[in-house]
């Protein structure tokens, strides 16, 4: 199922929400209490200008990266930028608010675009979750975390878990009222039994509450 996306696919999220439900009553009840999943992925944006937001948003309340992303965009006329307006406007992307890291990631991302070393999505259909994953390794600034992300929301691959994210580990705590904490490693090893809808599963924890 690596290839399979979201985009739209309602019954591929009921067959995950079914199979999650079947697996514990924990399982059930949160899948009962938060309703439908709605996961679906989003290509609006293309790649490198998806990869740029996910970075600017990168362990920041959703509130102060957005009021970066206004700053960014607002010196491209309120528009994304393209990779040659980023490189020829690099100064005044010190005034957003961005860090010295995720400056210097943008920049790293415009150049890989302008060189077309970022598939697009059509070209990337056929890619394996780990081949994919290696590719956006390679640009300065992008992580694990932020490649899995990018599976998940914008290229709806169904079998992602990103299993270093804090949010998801203190609910699947949470959820299976464990005592202490619960690491990546304890977190990937539980997800073994989520797939091949791991990705859903990942969108039920974050709805948890």
């Not at 740029?52 to 959703?62: E, F, G, R, T």
Request: glycine share 4%; charged share 20%; aromatic share 10%.
């Amino acid at each position: 199922m690596q290839g399979n996306i979201l985009i739209g696919n309602e019954a591929l999220n009921k067959e995950g929400a079914a199979f999650l439900s079947s697996l514990d009553n924990d399982w059930n009840n949160l899948i009962s209490h938060v309703g439908p999943c709605t996961l679906k992925a989003d290509q609006t944006l293309p790649p490198y200008q998806a990869l740029i937001k996910s970075v600017i948003y990168q362990q920041l309340h959703p509130k102060a990266a957005n009021a970066i992303l206004k700053k960014f965009l607002k010196i491209f006329n309120d528009s994304f930028p393209t990779s040659n307006n980023i490189v020829e406007k690099k100064n005044q992307l010190k005034e957003c608010g961005l860090s010295k890291n995720k400056y210097q990631s943008i920049l790293d991302i415009a150049w890989y675009e302008k060189n077309q070393l970022i598939p697009s999505y059509k070209n990337l259909l056929g890619i394996q979750n780990e081949n994919i994953i290696e590719k956006l390794l390679a640009i300065k600034g992008i992580g694990q975390w932020t490649a899995e992300m990018f599976l998940i929301f914008h290229l709806g691959r169904i079998d992602i878990m990103p299993s270093s994210d804090l949010a998801l580990r203190n609910r699947y705590r949470k959820l299976k009222s464990l005592e202490g904490d619960v690491s990546s490693k304890d977190l990937a090893c539980a997800a073994k039994l989520w797939s091949p809808f791991r990705s859903i599963a990942a969108w039920y924890l974050w709805k948890a509450t």
